[in-house]
């Protein structure tokens, strides 16, 4: 059974950094476009920055310019590096693939940034 495992996440105060990583245990990772979804107390879970197997990305206007999006296919992993953190990005982050049906969600990286 596939499973997307999240981690990375923690407290953080507003302008610091965090990278999240998720790793996929199925197969064909390279085959597969990714993204990394967020989901904010009493929101909706939202697409956060998408990631094409030619390796085109594509972001949320919300984090256009602080969030970078990438991969690394021999380790079947994707990684978000986030900089120029903001209170308004504290959310539970997540990964799963995009243009497909998604895999079943992992448990999610908590980010929490302070003001």
């Known amino acids: 059974q596939v499973q997307l495992v999240e981690s990375g996440g923690g407290l953080v105060q507003a302008g610091g950094s965090l990278r999240l990583s998720c790793a996929y245990s199925?197969?064909?990772?390279?085959?597969y476009s990714w993204a990394w979804h967020r989901q904010a107390p009493g929101k909706q879970r939202e697409l956060v920055?998408?990631?094409?197997?030619?390796?085109?990305?594509n972001y949320a206007d919300s984090v256009k310019g602080r969030f970078a999006i990438s991969r690394d296919n021999a380790k079947n992993t994707v990684y978000l590096q986030m900089n120029s953190l903001k209170p308004e990005d504290t959310a539970v982050y997540y990964c799963?693939?995009?243009?497909?049906?998604?895999?079943?969600w992992g448990q999610g990286t908590q980010v929490t940034v302070s003001s």
């Open positions: 799963n693939r995009v243009g497909l049906p998604p895999f079943a």
């Open positions: 199925g197969s064909i990772f390279d085959y």
């Open positions: 920055a998408s990631i094409r197997n030619n390796n085109l990305s």
